[in-house]
C-alpha cells in the first residue's frame, strides 16, 4: 500500500465524514499565511472546529462516496466546519469572514444546500422541530372555510 501525505488526508476525510453527524461545508479562498492566521483566530473565538481541504483531494474523496454530486460545486479550498455550539445561527456562520462562503449544511447522512437552510433561525434540531410542532398546531385549528373557495362553480352548459 503507498501510504504517502494525500493518502493519510483521503482516509482523514473519510473518517470524519463518517464520524461526525454534522457539519457545514465551507468554500475557502487561498490565502497567504498571515491571513489564514487571522481566520483560525477567529474560529478559534467563536468556538469552531474546522477542517482545511485542498480542492483535488476533496473531489477525489467525494466521487468515491454517497456525496459525489457535491463535485461539482467545490473549485477551490474546502473547510469543512463543526460546532458544538447550539446557539449558533447561520448569519453568524456566514459573517464569521467574508472570504469563506457556506455551500451546504450535512446533517445525519443528508446534505442541504444553503437555499434550503436559509430559512432557519437556530442550528439546534429540537427548537427547529418545536416551531414546526407549534405552527401545525395554528394551522390545524383554523377552519376550513377560510380555505374553501367563495367562487361556485356552474355545472350548467
Known amino acids: 500500500m503507498d501510504f504517502n501525505l494525500k493518502t493519510y488526508k483521503r482516509f482523514k476525510i473519510k ?11 465551507f468554500h475557502g479562498t487561498s490565502l497567504n499565511n498571515e491571513n489564514w492566521i487571522n481566520i483560525e483566530q477567529l474560529m478559534a473565538n467563536h ?3 474546522y477542517f482545511r481541504i485542498l480542492n483535488k483531494i ?12 457535491l463535485t461539482l460545486l467545490i473549485h477551490g479550498p474546502i473547510i469543512l ?6 446557539n449558533l445561527t447561520f448569519k453568524e456562520l456566514e459573517n464569521i469572514n467574508p472570504s469563506m462562503k457556506l ?3 450535512r446533517l445525519n447522512n443528508r446534505v442541504y444546500s444553503k437555499k434550503q ?7 439546534s434540531y429540537l427548537e427547529n422541530i418545536s416551531g414546526f410542532h407549534n405552527s401545525l398546531k395554528v ?6 372555510y377560510k380555505f374553501k373557495s367563495k367562487k361556485l362553480t ?3 352548459k
Open 117 to 123: 437552510v436559509e430559512k432557519l433561525k437556530k442550528l
Open 15 to 25: 473518517y470524519y465524514i463518517k464520524t461526525t453527524n454534522y457539519f457545514f461545508f
Open 81 to 86: 466546519l463543526n460546532s458544538n455550539n447550539a
Open 47 to 49: 468556538k469552531l472546529k
Open 154 to 156: 356552474s355545472l350548467s
Open 139 to 144: 394551522f390545524t385549528k383554523i377552519p376550513y
Open 58 to 69: 476533496m473531489i477525489n474523496t467525494l466521487s468515491n462516496s454517497i456525496f459525489k454530486n
Open 103 to 105: 455551500l451546504g449544511f
